[in-house]
């Protein structure tokens, strides 16, 4: 699996971890540094991402958060004028690196948008659409991962009677667990998640959040959200990004009741941004 | 006005609602001191019966402190604000509940006469009283420097408290009749005592309102 989105091998790329943190580390960011063209929009970044946790980028509007969280699948890639440089080590490998495979890569490491987003296809026919893609052809096996996705993703009792209808007819909240099960067909290892629930209700945030805090279990998750409250209820560590910067990057509960930086704590308290 | 505005201003509300019920029960203590030296009945069922207008001000500050977490969602040093104004609320509202027992001793002794010239009880009070205000102070200009030394005063109170209760229970033999005076008054150095633990609660919640780290004044 690890060199399945590899087109050639690499000796040369193993990373030696600089720092150590309490959980094993599944992305380490070394020296991260992204453009848009001539501008800099983030600059040269450093962070290790713990496996199995929830990682939480706070910052306000065009403070790079977003432009670095879809660096990790190479989303910039589909940007005109947008180049990465540093490192990003995933599985002793850069993924940043030419040579990495973009399509086999996403399927380990996939991203879930702030608007719903789902194929206007049927509720079975999302799920299944990239597993085809894949290879994966029987419809025994589809059934399974189908079934075993929206289970995962708490939305199977909701929609079993009716897979073969319209994902379009599924309410907001519902699309967005699609989304997620889509995403957890591929069997990813990371998930990164932008904004998956601000154009939410609140019943529909709550039951995204509580599934993305399940998903934990198995799943290493990296978020991007505006909403403070749920930064601090569902993430293990947040970093707090500025202007490109990493600013302060600590454990969730440190950084929302006693932050060391005090521009943290300005923008944790709603005093800018 | 922003919101941020206004919850700085809905902050400041809430610290001067308790430095408003410091300041009444501090006043409640000294009155409540002065009834039992002068023995004015009178003095001290004001103090007792003002302990409700103390109490009113603390469900205020409770009420508004919740509704403030509500409808906020405060975090770091905004939170520790509340959570300190709600722990300072208490120790105030038992410096007033310390005052009315003080008045109740007072309304106890009545009249009778002392068994002999009370000069350290007030001396100790003076003290623990020196505590709170400086305590209080402490709390409103978030002074971490007054918070320590107010709370170096403790261990002088713990000693006078000791040294006085010996220094009454030693009169027990020689003055038998005036044992109900006498124990009346060691209650007063107790109560006394308790306010010098309270201000320091107070100091050590000012510390962890300012740094965020717990630190045990009292040890």
């Known amino acids: 699996m690890v060199t399945a989105f590899m087109e050639k091998t690499t000796e040369n790329q193993a990373v030696q971890s600089s720092s150590q943190s309490h959980k094993e580390s599944i992305l380490k960011v070394n020296n991260l540094e992204i453009f848009y063209g001539e501008k800099r929009a983030v600059n040269g970044i450093s962070m290790d991402i713990e496996k199995k946790s929830i990682t939480a980028l706070i910052g306000p509007s065009g403070c790079g958060k977003s432009t670095f969280l879809r660096s990790i699948n190479r989303m910039n890639d589909l940007i005109p004028g947008a180049r990465a440089e540093g490192e990003i080590i995933y599985e002793d490998l850069n993924i940043l690196s030419e040579q990495i495979n973009v399509v086999a890569l996403r399927k380990e490491i996939g991203m879930v948008f702030q608007k719903p987003n789902p194929f206007p296809k049927s509720i079975y026919e999302n799920i299944t659409h990239a597993l085809k893609f894949a290879g994966i052809k029987k419809k025994s096996k589809l059934d399974e991962i189908v079934e075993e996705s929206l289970k995962k993703a708490a939305l199977w009792e909701e929609v079993k009677d009716r897979l073969h209808k319209s994902a379009l007819s599924l309410s907001g909240g519902q699309q967005q667990r699609l989304c997620i099960a889509r995403t957890i067909a591929m069997k990813p290892t990371v998930m990164l998640l932008d904004e998956p629930s601000s154009a939410l209700d609140p019943i529909s945030n709550a039951k995204v959040e509580d599934l993305i805090v399940d998903l934990k279990q198995e799943y290493s998750i990296i978020i991007v959200t505006h909403n403070m409250q749920q930064a601090s209820r569902i993430s293990d560590k947040t970093a707090f990004f500025l202007s490109g910067d990493i600013i302060e990057y600590d454990y969730t509960e440190k950084i929302f009741t006693n932050p060391a930086v005090k521009k943290t704590e300005e923008y944790i308290s709603g005093r800018f941004g | ?219």
């Open chain 2, 1 to 219: 006005m922003s919101t941020r505005t206004n919850f700085d201003n809905d902050l400041n509300e809430l610290k001067g609602l308790l430095v408003k019920m410091a300041e009444k029960s501090e006043y409640a203590i000294k009155e409540a001191m002065i009834a039992l030296i002068n023995q004015d009945m009178e003095k001290a069922k004001q103090v007792i019966d003002g302990d409700n207008e103390i109490d009113d001000l603390e469900y205020e500050i409770n009420d508004k402190a919740l509704l403030l977490i509500a409808r906020q969602s405060p975090v770091a040093t905004d939170l520790r604000k509340i959570s300190v104004a709600l722990k300072v609320s208490s120790e105030v509202e038992r410096f007033a509940d310390i005052a009315v027992n003080i008045a109740k001793s007072a309304l106890h002794l009545g009249n009778q006469k002392h068994f002999k010239e009370i000069i350290d009880i007030p001396r100790m009070m003076g003290m623990a009283l020196e505590m709170v205000s400086d305590s209080i102070k402490a709390y409103y200009s978030e002074d971490i420097e007054l918070a320590k030394k107010s709370a170096e005063k403790d261990d002088e109170v713990d000693k006078m408290f000791g040294s006085l209760i010996q220094e009454l229970l030693s009169y027990i033999p020689e003055n038998p009749n005036a044992t109900n005076q006498i124990i009346q008054l060691s209650f007063v150095c107790r109560y006394i005592e308790r306010i010098a633990d309270h201000s320091t609660n107070i100091a050590e919640n000012v510390i962890y309102l300012v740094t965020g780290n717990r630190i045990n004044l009292n040890a």
